[in-house]
């Protein structure tokens, strides 16, 4: 009976130390500078709680009458003494909010992780949008005020990170910030010079094998050349989702074939998948929306990551479209502009600042530490990786045939152990 009551008591004090230490974080996350709430969310086995914390941030810090808006943040706890997994996020953050998102830093580092949804996107979008308030330095100003705020409650090492856009904007933070974190850990990270950047094409034309190359030349041939019985299977698929472009759908139809080339290499990479020249046009038909689908130069598909589209109109650039090899099936005399024509209306159109891009490719060169560039060799983005070989404090890995999926844990063995020794020396 002892026994019993001895074991029962245990679970008690366990239980109660569990719910003490809970309540004792919430308070502290409610008192951190800035915070206007704070809601408990449900977590998997390798965090100890996890928090949706919102921060209120001024539009522009330097001029405060111009209003604020809320900041959505999920803090995933693990110890107090444990380092800080840092996603500096290019887009919506929702996927944080799941109970079983866990950063691949976060495991590697056994950290707790904060991630942080980018200004005027999703849940952190202010009232009226004013895209003047959307640039760059205002948006790592976001991030360097958060982190300040928890600087008290988490003291060991920060490691910044981020994907695609993500990984740009942990780069650009780094540049306006260079003291804030202690390592940099960019994903497949392009860095634009223009609107439409000029790179992308040449890039395109050269990777995988010759061979390669001509199957997705073939494949997009074989789709022009069917427009008489697909544009019409185009047009039904278009009304059926019930999209609307700001170009005529017949446009819209050859755009999703010279993109085709882009996002086949961006997330597919393996040739072998692309249907034969003698399949149904079905088939022809299911694969091209699989790979490049009309949702994406649609006004309500652009409608999630519009903000981004007028970044990459002001600072972060984009990637064109070469017309030559498919001109004789082509309608469009040229794809040039066709940025602004398809995704922007005349309010948000703009001339592209390209000083932002010039002064981080300068500083990746001169100043940047204690940096690690991720990046796959056949996905286009890395046409824009920045070229940082004078920079000895930088790490840069291309996977050889990795694509925008590329990944530290998913790096050929002897760059993976390279890369892995290289960041916890760095985070000792």
């Known amino acids: ?15 109660f ?12 996350l409610e008192n951190l500078p800035g915070v206007v709430s704070v809601k408990k969310l449900e977590t998997n086995e390798f965090f100890a709680e996890k928090y949706l914390i919102i921060f209120e941030q001024y539009l522009d810090p330097s001029v405060p009458e111009a209003g604020t808006f809320q900041q959505r943040v999920f803090l995933s706890h693990k110890s107090d003494d444990a380092p800080v997994v840092y996603i500096t996020e290019g887009y919506s953050a929702d996927y944080a909010e799941s109970e079983n998102y866990v950063n691949e830093l976060s495991r590697i580092l056994n950290a707790n992780q904060i991630c942080v949804e980018h200004r005027f996107f999703s849940g952190s979008a202010p009232e009226e949008t004013e895209w003047g308030y959307l640039t760059t330095s205002l948006a790592a100003s976001d991030h360097h005020i958060i982190r300040e705020a928890f600087s008290d409650l988490y003291k060991n090492k920060w490691v910044s990170t981020g994907i695609s856009k993500g990984g740009q904007t942990c780069l650009l933070y780094q540049m306006y910030y260079p003291n804030d974190v202690d390592v940099t850990v960019a994903y497949v990270a392009p860095v634009a010079t223009a609107l439409e950047d000029g790179r992308h094409e040449p890039f395109i034309n050269n990777i995988g094998s010759k061979k390669d190359r001509k199957r997705i030349t073939k494949f997009q041939i074989e789709v022009l050349s069917r427009r008489e019985t697909l544009l019409p299977m185009f047009q039904q698929y278009v009304q059926l989702a019930k999209l609307n472009f700001r170009i005529p759908v017949e446009e819209v139809f050859e755009y999703c074939v010279l993109e085709y080339s882009f996002a086949f ?3 597919v990479g393996n040739t072998d998948r692309i249907p034969k020249s003698k399949a149904t046009d079905d088939k022809i038909f299911q694969h091209l929306i699989a790979v490049s689908g009309p949702d994406y130069f649609s006004i309500e598909g652009a409608e999630p990551i519009f903000p981004f589209l007028v970044q990459a109109a002001k600072e972060l650039g984009y990637y064109g479209y070469e017309t030559e090899t498919l001109s004789e099936y082509l309608t469009i005399p040229s794809a040039k502009g066709y940025f602004n024509k398809i995704f922007l209306d005349q309010d948000t159109r703009t001339d592209f600042y390209a000083q932002t891009s010039q002064d981080l490719l300068n500083f990746l060169n001169t100043k940047a530490k204690r940096t690690i560039m991720i990046y796959g060799e056949y996905d286009p983005w890395t046409a824009a ?3 940082v070989s004078t920079n000895q404090n930088i790490i840069k890995v291309v996977k050889p045939e990795g694509t925008h999926a590329t990944r530290i844990m998913n790096l050929p063995e002897n760059d993976k152990e390279m890369v892995l020794k290289k960041l916890k020396s760095w985070m000792e």
Do not use: G, H, R, Y
């Not at 009976?1 to 239980?15: E, G, H, P, Y």
């Not at 130390?17 to 502290?28: D, G, M, R």
């Open 1 to 15: 009976m002892n026994k019993l009551k001895n074991i029962s008591l245990f679970i008690f004090v366990i239980f």
């Open 17 to 28: 130390s569990i719910n003490s230490f809970a309540s004792e974080l919430l308070t502290q």
């Open 265 to 267: 290499w961006q997330w």
């Open 385 to 387: 990786a920045p070229d």
